[in-house]
């Protein structure tokens, strides 16, 4: 499986040298679980935005410090091809800012949340499991960074888990699009790195929950074996006539 990658921003310099940048980030963790995978990446960040929508197999969206609020053509461009993709039926993964900008381009609403940062680990029940969740788990629990959250769904949506602090964790959209809010790609070291590079935004207190958080068992391999299984379900009926 070719799987295109919609970089939406760079890991900060500081941090780059120890964890690497989010393509490296993400290859790293899924061929860590399909070695046959292959990755091409489009840095939409710097107006690179993909021209067809068939040159890779599924698409998959990375996180960002920006918000997809904010009023920047690369995040408009990449909108109105997230809503091509959903008119073609062509499999869609979004992560974090991803996640944000699949509800935004299919009607939904993303706000600021008066709930504040939520980082480190997040701990979320699963409340509703699709046929590609396997093993299934009662549970999801992943390392996130973001203080937007998606607060109104598009239209055919199904909310799979979530917590009371985010309570549209994962969603499925249709049949060929998912969105999560946490991001399985990032360890807790940079999870811990990144928290602290960004303390005086997040606030003191807290940056020290989030780093005691991290003391729990992430889910990011099983995020991404539903991920792999979701996108290769979403192919398969995609290619079946009618």
């Known amino acids: 499986m070719l799987i295109g990658l919609l970089q939406c921003d760079d890991v900060a310099p500081e941090l780059r040298g120890t964890h690497g940048n989010y393509p490296e980030m993400f290859e790293t963790l899924f061929k860590g679980v399909d070695p046959s995978l292959e990755f091409r990446v489009w840095r939409c960040l710097d107006g690179e935005i993909p021209d067809d929508i068939e040159a890779v ?17 690369w995040i408009r461009e990449l909108e109105t091809f997230i809503r091509q993709l959903w008119e073609a039926g062509k499999p869609l993964v979004g992560i974090c800012f991803g996640h ?5 381009a299919l009607g939904g609403e993303v706000v600021k949340s008066p709930r504040g940062w939520g ?20 549970t999801l629990d992943l390392v996130v960074s973001h203080q937007d959250q998606v607060e109104r769904l598009p ?3 199904r909310v799979l888990a979530g917590s009371d602090f985010c309570p549209y964790y994962l969603m499925q959209v249709g049949e060929h699009f998912l969105g999560v809010q946490g991001h399985p790609e990032f ?14 935004l997040v606030g003191e207190q807290r940056v020290r929950e989030g780093v005691a958080s991290l003391e729990a068992e992430v889910d990011d391999t099983l995020m991404v074996r539903w991920i792999l299984d979701f996108m290769r379900r979403a192919i398969a009926a995609r290619r079946v006539p009618g």
């Not at 197999?57 to 053509?73: E, P, R």
């Not at 480190?120 to 299934?136: K, Q």
């Open 57 to 73: 197999d599924a698409w998959l969206t990375t996180g960002s410090k920006l918000g997809v609020n904010d009023d920047l053509a």
């Open 100 to 104: 944000q900008l699949i509800a935004r």
């Open 119 to 138: 980082v480190g680990l997040s701990f979320n029940r699963v409340t509703d499991r699709a046929e590609w969740m396997t093993p299934p788990r009662t």
């Open 155 to 157: 239209p055919e949506t």
């Open 187 to 200: 360890s807790p070291a940079y999870s811990r790195d990144l928290m602290a590079l960004r303390r005086s």
